[in-house]
């Protein structure tokens, strides 16, 4: 199957990204599960590639910044870029993460937590989309731009997804929507609860995969 890789950065609707390609049948893998390893900036390729052969589709941190190296290592493979507005995603990097500190934040943004650095983090992540649709430009067939703005329809998106990547519309299939800032709050916490009680065994809730990479 033709590897799909996820580049838009956290909080710009990866959630909604995995459901739909989990939905089309792709086994996804969500993040590394190196979010507080602290070699994460020598050790990531070597991580990647191995899951590289596990899985079909991939989002979320690393993979967003690591789409220069995928493409020519795993050519012919599609990439999606997830956006939201500016303001709406320093918004929600704050209140999802504040203080807390993880080395691969750190690797990819130049300090660990977005709190108190918002300047640095929208610099960041302005800077990734620029350069993955300056990448891109000539390249219409491999990228697809999803606007993750609160304004386009879930049905729409995930229309636009399977066009991309040449899939039907499943029939009596639930549009995967992304998740409430409600459930979000719910998901960590049984995230935080099930990593205590069971291990780094992924268990499912609300359509979301709860596994070991739960701290990014």
């Not at 029939?171 to 916490?189: C, Q, T, Y």
Request: net charge neutral.
């Amino acid at each position: 199957m033709q590897k799909v890789f996820g580049i838009g950065f956290q909080k710009t609707g990866t959630s909604f990204l995995m459901h739909a390609l989990q939905n089309l049948g792709y086994r996804v893998c969500d993040g590394c599960g190196n979010a507080d390893n602290p070699n994460i900036e020598n050790e990531v390729y070597e991580i990647c590639y191995s899951l590289v052969e596990k899985y079909d589709a991939f989002e979320d941190h690393p993979w967003s910044v690591l789409y220069r190296e995928l493409d020519e290592k795993y050519p012919n493979s599609k990439f999606i870029l997830t956006v939201r507005p500016t303001e709406q995603w320093i918004r929600s990097m704050c209140s999802h993460f504040g203080s807390q500190y993880t080395p691969m934040r750190e690797w990819i943004y130049g300090v660990g937590h977005p709190q108190g650095n918002e300047e640095v983090y929208i610099e960041r992540y302005e800077r990734h989309n620029a350069e993955v649709k300056e990448y891109f430009k000539d390249r219409p067939n491999d990228l697809l731009i999803l606007q993750m703005d609160g304004k386009t329809e879930d049905q729409q998106l995930w229309k636009s997804i399977c066009d991309f990547l040449g899939k039907p519309l499943p029939e009596n299939v639930k549009f995967p929507h992304a998740n409430s800032k409600k459930d979000r709050l719910v998901i960590n916490h049984l995230r935080r609860v099930k990593h205590k009680l069971y291990g780094k065994e992924p268990i499912e809730f609300l359509g979301v995969k709860i596994g070991k990479n739960f701290s990014q």
